[in-house]
């Protein structure tokens, strides 16, 4: 005995009509799909408020970095450009130039998200020559920069903190000879920051105002790179050492051209 097996091709809407009828004959499932929507909803308004407010964060974080940093050091380079004018000297020109270029970048180019950090690494060499002018044959120090990728992007003025730091806590505060040592290289695309410098007695350095300092400096780099940095603080009684790794991000084109028009807009 054999028996005919029949195919009937229906209509998809056919199959849909059928789903529909089920779905929507059903009152609690209903509920509980509205239910699901409006909580979906609800978490991704909220996800959008959470990095809004974690770009507003670190917007305020730089921009009070940004107050920190000016005054720090621009009396002492503004006396050291005075006395060089009346000198005469050529070197007046050189410092007038490093800190119009520092400045303009810390106010202009730093008004984005991320940076090139050749630029970023530039800024670092004025600050450090800018300082160097002021301490002279007192002052020792060893800068290495090597194998820096031209298209990586880093978030500005996120290494400054720590040279800052190197200076006006560090070698300022100590008498006779004082010293720094500098490393800045990549691999791939993570960065190793290397800052050792020596140190003055504990009753002289305000430790107060350092350990402050450093704290904002941890806070700003969980902003802008939560689960991609190492930070490790080391301090003894004469030597203080940073050792900071970032996850950088690759430069893309949107990104370059976004830099560019900044900086044609404000220049």
């Not at 089920?22 to 959008?48: D, E, V, Y």
């Not at 060089?84 to 800190?99: H, N, P």
């Not at 002021?134 to 800068?143: A, E, F, I, Q, S």
Request: glycine letters at 4%; a positive charge.
């Amino acid at each position: 005995m054999k028996t005919a097996i029949g195919f009937t091709k229906e209509h998809p809407f056919l199959f849909m009509r059928g789903t529909l009828i089920r779905i929507f004959g059903n009152p609690p499932l209903i509920c509980a799909m509205l239910l699901s929507l409006k909580t979906f909803k609800r978490w991704h308004l909220k996800q959008k408020e959470n990095e809004m407010l974690v770009r507003e964060n670190a917007n305020a974080e730089l921009q009070l970095l940004k107050a920190q940093v000016h005054p720090h050091f621009l009396f002492n380079t503004l006396n050291n450009i005075y006395s060089f004018t009346l000198s005469k000297s050529a070197q007046a020109e050189e410092l007038v130039e490093k800190l119009s270029d520092m400045l303009r970048y810390m106010i202009t180019d730093c008004n984005v998200e991320l940076v090139p950090l050749e630029k970023e690494i530039k800024m670092l060499g004025d600050y450090i020559g800018l300082e160097k002018v002021r301490y002279g044959d007192r002052l020792d120090l060893w800068v290495d920069i090597n194998n820096t990728k031209n298209n990586l992007l880093i978030a500005p003025l996120v290494m400054i903190p720590f040279v800052e730091n190197s200076f006006k806590h560090g070698t300022s505060m100590m008498r006779g000879k004082q010293w720094i040592q500098l490393s800045i290289k990549t691999e791939d695309n993570v960065l190793d920051f290397t800052l050792i410098n020596s140190k003055p007695p504990a009753p002289v350095q305000n430790k107060n105002k350092t350990g402050i300092g450093l704290m904002n400096v941890k806070k700003r780099l969980a902003l802008l790179y939560p689960g991609k940095h190492e930070l490790t603080v080391t301090s003894n009684e004469s030597i203080f050492s940073v050792r900071l790794t970032l996850q950088l991000q690759f430069a893309n084109e949107a990104v370059l051209t976004n830099f560019i028009n900044h900086q044609f807009i404000y220049s």
